[in-house]
């Protein structure tokens, strides 16, 4: 499924266009534009900021999961190989952001806006985008239409319990 998911902050707005496989669940931002609106001071920080906070939101909203020993509550997952930061496949295949023009601020410094942390509230675009695809698989494989708890980070493994998938549905 390919689902579109827009969201609109005060100063700030993103699109995401996310397809998710419903057997394995296995995600992937297909499209993904920000707009920033405000006077930047250096364009090219600014974009920097915004495509590094995104990609840590995405961290915070899909790949990220910590786990504990119930018992000692030792991390379990301390390594690269069982704790999934963000990779290169992780980010938008087509990424787009635009610094709006003609935008000031007049009460920040020299009419400018902060862009550090503001764009990690827009890569929640992903995770929800995720789950209206899951939603909607559930709904084409099963005609499912109840509610479906999301909580972040929405991990593959998640997506997966959340679609309902048996190996009986597999088609081989």
């Known amino acids: 499924d390919h689902i579109l998911y827009s969201q609109h902050k005060p100063n700030r707005r993103s699109h995401c266009i996310f397809s998710t496989d419903t057997?394995?669940?296995?995600?992937?931002?297909l499209y993904s534009q920000q707009h920033k609106h405000n006077k930047s001071l250096n364009p090219t920080i600014d974009i920097g900021q915004i495509e590094g906070a995104f990609v840590m939101g995405l961290g915070c909203?899909?790949?990220?999961?910590?786990?504990?020993?119930?018992?000692?509550?030792?991390?379990?997952?301390?390594?690269?190989?069982?704790?999934?930061?963000?990779?290169?496949?992780?980010?938008?295949?087509?990424?787009?952001?635009?610094?709006?023009?003609?935008?000031?601020?007049?009460?920040?410094?020299?009419?400018?806006?902060?862009?550090?942390?503001?764009?990690?509230?827009?890569?929640?675009?992903?995770?929800?985008?995720n789950k209206l695809a899951i939603q909607s698989a559930r709904r084409d494989l099963f005609g499912a239409e109840d509610f479906m708890p999301t909580v972040a980070p929405y991990t593959v493994e998640k997506a997966q319990q959340s679609v309902g998938l048996s190996v009986e549905n597999l088609i081989f």
């Open 61 to 129: 909203y899909l790949t990220e999961d910590i786990f504990f020993d119930a018992k000692s509550g030792h991390i379990l997952n301390d390594g690269t190989w069982e704790y999934k930061v963000p990779t290169t496949k992780d980010i938008p295949i087509d990424w787009r952001i635009y610094l709006l023009p003609d935008t000031p601020n007049p009460t920040g410094i020299r009419s400018s806006k902060a862009v550090g942390e503001p764009p990690i509230s827009l890569s929640v675009g992903a995770l929800l985008a």
């Open 23 to 29: 057997n394995t669940t296995e995600d992937q931002i």
